[in-house]
Protein backbone atom coordinates (compact mmCIF):
# COMPACT_ATOMS: atom_id res chain seq x y z
CA UNK A 1 0.00 0.00 0.00
CA UNK A 2 1.54 3.46 -1.48
CA UNK A 3 2.47 5.95 1.48
CA UNK A 4 2.34 9.07 -0.76
CA UNK A 5 0.42 12.08 -0.16
CA UNK A 6 -0.50 14.42 -2.71
CA UNK A 7 0.41 18.04 -2.12
CA UNK A 8 -1.61 20.48 -3.33
CA UNK A 9 -0.89 20.98 -6.91
CA UNK A 10 -3.84 23.09 -8.38
CA UNK A 11 -5.66 20.43 -10.50
CA UNK A 12 -8.64 20.35 -8.46
CA UNK A 13 -10.47 23.71 -9.15
CA UNK A 14 -14.23 25.20 -8.42
CA UNK A 15 -13.88 27.32 -11.41
CA UNK A 16 -11.67 28.26 -13.90
CA UNK A 17 -11.64 31.64 -15.39
CA UNK A 18 -9.99 33.33 -18.50
CA UNK A 19 -9.31 36.64 -17.96
CA UNK A 20 -8.16 38.94 -21.31
CA UNK A 21 -5.93 42.24 -19.98
CA UNK A 22 -4.07 44.97 -21.81
CA UNK A 23 -0.40 43.16 -22.82
CA UNK A 24 1.39 45.66 -19.89
CA UNK A 25 -1.00 45.54 -17.41
CA UNK A 26 -0.95 43.47 -14.25
CA UNK A 27 -3.92 45.06 -12.34
CA UNK A 28 -6.33 43.19 -13.31
CA UNK A 29 -4.76 39.47 -12.67
CA UNK A 30 -3.34 40.62 -9.01
CA UNK A 31 -6.80 41.94 -7.96
CA UNK A 32 -8.57 38.34 -9.26
CA UNK A 33 -5.65 36.62 -7.35
CA UNK A 34 -6.23 38.20 -4.47
CA UNK A 35 -10.04 37.88 -4.44
CA UNK A 36 -10.23 34.02 -5.61
CA UNK A 37 -10.38 31.17 -3.07
CA UNK A 38 -7.49 28.77 -3.26
CA UNK A 39 -9.27 26.33 -5.37
CA UNK A 40 -10.21 29.08 -7.86
CA UNK A 41 -8.03 29.54 -10.36
CA UNK A 42 -7.48 32.74 -12.90
CA UNK A 43 -5.97 32.07 -16.42
CA UNK A 44 -4.92 35.23 -18.83
CA UNK A 45 -4.63 36.30 -22.15
CA UNK A 46 -2.89 39.41 -23.31
CA UNK A 47 -3.82 41.50 -26.04
CA UNK A 48 -1.60 45.08 -27.19
CA UNK A 49 -2.91 47.91 -26.17
CA UNK A 50 -1.94 50.98 -28.19
CA UNK A 51 -1.55 52.94 -25.66
CA UNK A 52 0.57 51.35 -22.97
CA UNK A 53 4.72 51.38 -22.73
CA UNK A 54 6.92 48.92 -21.70
CA UNK A 55 6.51 48.36 -17.94
CA UNK A 56 2.72 49.81 -17.65
CA UNK A 57 3.86 53.14 -18.32
CA UNK A 58 1.37 55.46 -20.24
CA UNK A 59 0.36 58.99 -21.06
CA UNK A 60 -1.59 61.20 -18.26
CA UNK A 61 -4.43 60.81 -20.21
CA UNK A 62 -4.77 58.04 -23.28
CA UNK A 63 -5.98 58.94 -26.56
CA UNK A 64 -9.40 57.19 -27.39
CA UNK A 65 -7.97 55.61 -30.73
CA UNK A 66 -6.06 52.61 -28.97
CA UNK A 67 -9.10 52.25 -26.78
CA UNK A 68 -11.39 51.45 -30.08
CA UNK A 69 -8.91 49.25 -31.71
CA UNK A 70 -8.52 47.09 -28.30
CA UNK A 71 -11.61 45.60 -29.16
CA UNK A 72 -11.21 45.46 -32.76
CA UNK A 73 -10.53 42.15 -34.39
CA UNK A 74 -8.27 39.85 -35.16
CA UNK A 75 -6.79 40.33 -31.95
CA UNK A 76 -8.67 40.32 -29.28
CA UNK A 77 -10.94 37.58 -30.94
CA UNK A 78 -7.67 35.67 -31.06
CA UNK A 79 -7.58 35.79 -27.35
CA UNK A 80 -10.19 34.78 -26.63
CA UNK A 81 -10.56 32.03 -28.91
CA UNK A 82 -7.30 30.76 -27.67
CA UNK A 83 -8.42 30.82 -23.98
CA UNK A 84 -11.78 29.24 -24.93
CA UNK A 85 -9.45 25.97 -25.87
CA UNK A 86 -8.83 25.64 -22.77
CA UNK A 87 -11.21 23.80 -19.83
CA UNK A 88 -12.69 27.11 -18.39
CA UNK A 89 -16.00 28.00 -17.48
CA UNK A 90 -15.85 31.78 -17.80
CA UNK A 91 -14.47 34.67 -19.73
CA UNK A 92 -14.00 37.98 -18.42
CA UNK A 93 -12.61 40.68 -20.46
CA UNK A 94 -10.63 43.18 -18.20
CA UNK A 95 -11.32 46.74 -19.72
CA UNK A 96 -13.61 49.41 -19.10
CA UNK A 97 -12.92 52.23 -21.37
CA UNK A 98 -13.78 49.81 -24.42
CA UNK A 99 -17.05 49.69 -23.52
CA UNK A 100 -17.12 53.68 -22.70
CA UNK A 101 -16.25 54.23 -26.11
CA UNK A 102 -18.81 51.55 -27.98
CA UNK A 103 -21.63 52.29 -25.89
CA UNK A 104 -24.29 49.45 -24.55
CA UNK A 105 -25.13 48.69 -28.32
CA UNK A 106 -21.48 48.42 -29.43
CA UNK A 107 -20.42 46.27 -26.53
CA UNK A 108 -23.73 43.75 -27.50
CA UNK A 109 -22.32 43.51 -31.19
CA UNK A 110 -18.87 43.25 -29.33
CA UNK A 111 -20.06 40.44 -27.21
CA UNK A 112 -21.69 38.78 -29.91
CA UNK A 113 -19.09 38.85 -32.48
CA UNK A 114 -17.25 36.82 -30.19
CA UNK A 115 -19.80 34.36 -29.12
CA UNK A 116 -18.53 32.65 -31.95
CA UNK A 117 -15.15 31.66 -30.96
CA UNK A 118 -16.15 30.99 -27.31
CA UNK A 119 -17.28 27.29 -27.63
CA UNK A 120 -20.27 28.20 -25.56
CA UNK A 121 -18.43 29.76 -22.57
CA UNK A 122 -20.16 32.48 -20.99
CA UNK A 123 -18.46 35.89 -21.74
CA UNK A 124 -18.59 39.03 -19.24
CA UNK A 125 -16.96 42.45 -19.04
CA UNK A 126 -16.56 45.22 -16.74
CA UNK A 127 -19.49 47.51 -17.70
CA UNK A 128 -21.94 44.36 -17.75
CA UNK A 129 -20.65 43.20 -14.85
CA UNK A 130 -21.11 46.59 -12.78
CA UNK A 131 -25.03 46.57 -14.35
CA UNK A 132 -25.80 42.85 -12.91
CA UNK A 133 -23.97 44.36 -9.40
CA UNK A 134 -25.70 47.52 -9.19
CA UNK A 135 -28.81 45.82 -9.86
CA UNK A 136 -28.25 42.70 -7.63
CA UNK A 137 -27.91 45.60 -4.80
CA UNK A 138 -30.66 47.62 -5.58
CA UNK A 139 -28.92 50.61 -5.87
CA UNK A 140 -30.35 52.98 -8.70
CA UNK A 141 -28.28 56.20 -8.31
CA UNK A 142 -24.78 55.60 -8.45
CA UNK A 143 -21.25 57.30 -8.86
CA UNK A 144 -18.25 56.65 -11.59
CA UNK A 145 -15.18 57.17 -10.16
CA UNK A 146 -12.61 56.61 -12.49
CA UNK A 147 -9.26 56.46 -13.38
CA UNK A 148 -7.10 59.88 -13.69
CA UNK A 149 -5.91 58.69 -17.07
CA UNK A 150 -9.68 58.82 -18.37
CA UNK A 151 -10.08 62.15 -20.18
CA UNK A 152 -13.55 63.61 -19.18
CA UNK A 153 -14.67 62.89 -23.04
CA UNK A 154 -14.14 59.12 -21.72
CA UNK A 155 -15.40 59.42 -18.39
CA UNK A 156 -18.60 61.81 -19.85
CA UNK A 157 -18.95 58.69 -22.29
CA UNK A 158 -19.12 56.01 -19.37
CA UNK A 159 -21.96 57.80 -17.95
CA UNK A 160 -24.00 57.66 -20.93
CA UNK A 161 -23.17 54.12 -20.49
CA UNK A 162 -25.06 53.98 -17.43
CA UNK A 163 -27.41 56.43 -17.72
CA UNK A 164 -28.93 54.18 -21.21
CA UNK A 165 -28.96 51.08 -18.59
CA UNK A 166 -31.59 53.17 -16.48
CA UNK A 167 -29.40 54.14 -13.81
CA UNK A 168 -28.86 58.09 -12.49
CA UNK A 169 -25.18 58.98 -12.19
CA UNK A 170 -25.08 61.31 -9.85
CA UNK A 171 -21.22 61.97 -10.20
CA UNK A 172 -19.27 60.88 -12.77
CA UNK A 173 -14.99 62.07 -13.55
CA UNK A 174 -11.54 61.09 -13.50
CA UNK A 175 -10.30 60.51 -9.82
CA UNK A 176 -7.57 63.45 -9.01
CA UNK A 177 -4.90 61.03 -8.71
CA UNK A 178 -1.83 60.58 -10.04
CA UNK A 179 -2.03 59.39 -13.74
CA UNK A 180 0.72 56.58 -12.82
CA UNK A 181 -0.65 53.13 -11.44
CA UNK A 182 2.60 52.52 -9.19
CA UNK A 183 1.63 55.49 -7.62
CA UNK A 184 -2.42 55.12 -6.34
CA UNK A 185 -2.38 53.92 -3.17
CA UNK A 186 -5.56 52.49 -1.57
CA UNK A 187 -5.08 55.46 1.08
CA UNK A 188 -5.29 58.13 -1.84
CA UNK A 189 -8.03 56.42 -3.54
CA UNK A 190 -10.12 55.93 -0.61
CA UNK A 191 -9.83 59.90 0.61
CA UNK A 192 -11.28 60.90 -2.63
CA UNK A 193 -14.04 58.98 -2.88
CA UNK A 194 -14.49 59.78 0.96
CA UNK A 195 -14.20 63.71 0.07
CA UNK A 196 -15.20 63.99 -3.54
CA UNK A 197 -17.56 61.44 -3.72
CA UNK A 198 -19.23 60.74 -0.57
CA UNK A 199 -21.11 63.84 -0.81
CA UNK A 200 -23.91 63.08 -3.85
CA UNK A 201 -25.25 60.55 -1.94
CA UNK A 202 -24.96 57.32 -4.07
CA UNK A 203 -27.01 53.70 -3.49
CA UNK A 204 -23.26 52.69 -4.94
CA UNK A 205 -20.00 53.56 -6.37
CA UNK A 206 -18.16 52.28 -9.21
CA UNK A 207 -14.51 52.40 -9.59
CA UNK A 208 -13.69 51.85 -12.54
CA UNK A 209 -10.74 51.17 -15.01
CA UNK A 210 -9.48 47.54 -14.23
CA UNK A 211 -5.88 49.01 -14.28
CA UNK A 212 -6.74 51.46 -10.87
CA UNK A 213 -5.80 50.09 -7.46
CA UNK A 214 -8.78 49.39 -5.45
CA UNK A 215 -10.02 46.25 -3.90
CA UNK A 216 -8.39 46.50 -0.94
CA UNK A 217 -10.66 49.22 0.57
CA UNK A 218 -13.62 47.97 -0.32
CA UNK A 219 -14.64 46.71 2.90
CA UNK A 220 -13.39 49.72 4.59
CA UNK A 221 -14.88 52.30 2.93
CA UNK A 222 -18.45 50.11 2.96
CA UNK A 223 -18.44 50.14 6.66
CA UNK A 224 -17.45 53.75 7.09
CA UNK A 225 -19.71 55.76 4.16
CA UNK A 226 -22.34 53.61 4.43
CA UNK A 227 -23.60 52.67 0.62
CA UNK A 228 -21.81 49.88 -1.65
CA UNK A 229 -18.59 50.19 -3.52
CA UNK A 230 -18.05 47.97 -6.63
CA UNK A 231 -14.56 47.96 -8.25
CA UNK A 232 -14.01 47.28 -11.69
CA UNK A 233 -12.36 43.75 -11.15
CA UNK A 234 -13.74 43.04 -8.10
CA UNK A 235 -17.62 43.46 -10.14
CA UNK A 236 -16.05 41.71 -13.22
CA UNK A 237 -14.53 39.03 -11.00
CA UNK A 238 -17.84 38.22 -9.25
CA UNK A 239 -19.93 38.13 -12.29
CA UNK A 240 -17.41 35.49 -14.19
CA UNK A 241 -18.17 33.02 -10.63
CA UNK A 242 -21.54 33.31 -10.54
CA UNK A 243 -21.32 32.75 -15.30
CA UNK A 244 -19.11 29.87 -14.46
CA UNK A 245 -22.11 28.25 -11.94
CA UNK A 246 -19.41 29.01 -9.37
CA UNK A 247 -22.26 31.08 -6.61
CA UNK A 248 -20.86 29.14 -3.54
CA UNK A 249 -17.06 30.47 -4.02
CA UNK A 250 -18.36 33.58 -4.83
CA UNK A 251 -20.79 33.10 -0.98
CA UNK A 252 -17.75 32.42 0.76
CA UNK A 253 -15.63 35.31 -0.87
CA UNK A 254 -15.28 37.69 2.42
CA UNK A 255 -13.47 41.15 3.24
CA UNK A 256 -13.93 42.48 -0.44
CA UNK A 257 -17.78 43.86 -0.25
CA UNK A 258 -21.64 43.05 0.29
CA UNK A 259 -21.58 42.86 -3.41
CA UNK A 260 -20.10 38.77 -3.05
CA UNK A 261 -23.29 38.03 -0.63
CA UNK A 262 -25.57 38.96 -3.52
CA UNK A 263 -26.88 37.48 -6.72
CA UNK A 264 -26.66 38.69 -9.80
CA UNK A 265 -30.10 39.18 -12.03
CA UNK A 266 -31.75 36.03 -13.24
CA UNK A 267 -30.19 33.84 -10.02
CA UNK A 268 -27.74 30.77 -10.47
CA UNK A 269 -25.93 30.37 -13.96
Given amino acids: ?7 QDGWEARARIGLVVPHADVGPESEFQAIAPEDVFVHGSRVHFGAMRAGGEMDPKIPHDPVRAF ?4 HIDDAVELLAAAPLDAIALGFTSSAYVL ?24 T ?6 FTALGARRIALVNPPWFDDRLSGLGADYFTEQG ?9 GLPSNQKLITPGALSEWIRTTVAGHRPDAVLVAGNGIRAVGVVDALEAELGFAVLTANQVLFWHALHLAGAAGAA ?3 TGYGRLFSAEPPGGPA
Fill in 128 to 133: TAAVAG
Fill in 103 to 126: GAAGEKDLFARLARVTRGLPLTGT
Fill in 167 to 175: FEVVHHGPC
Fill in 1 to 7: MSTIRAR
Fill in 71 to 74: VEPP
Fill in 251 to 253: HGI
